[in-house]
């Protein structure tokens, strides 16, 4: 996993960061030996991502085109799909 994201350091991405159904831009800034980092135009957090929750790596450079579930406003050449944890927060 790490040599196929090391190649993206600095570029925008595609990753379902928030939502498991909405594919966002973010900045990859790091790829460490087990996890990578990014930053979103949202909010000036760094996100570290272990490796682990990835579940695929999608790339085109033409742009990986992404419907169904995960809907994207505009393409990215590297997207990246992680596992997201269903929470249940008693009422």
């Known amino acids: 996993m790490?040599?196929?994201?090391?190649?993206?350091?600095g570029n925008e991405i595609g990753v379902n960061l928030h939502s498991a159904h909405r594919i966002e831009p973010a900045t990859l800034i790091a790829a460490g030996n087990d996890y990578f980092s990014i930053t979103t135009q949202e909010d000036e957090n760094v996100y570290h991502v272990p490796y682990m929750n990835i579940v695929k790596i999608i790339e085109n450079p033409g742009g990986v085109v992404i419907s169904?579930?995960?809907?994207?406003h505009k393409t990215h050449p590297f997207v990246i799909k992680i596992g997201h944890v269903v929470e249940y927060v008693p009422t």
Do not use: R, V
């Open 2 to 9: 790490k040599e196929l994201i090391e190649k993206q350091l």
């Open 68 to 72: 169904g579930f995960f809907k994207s």
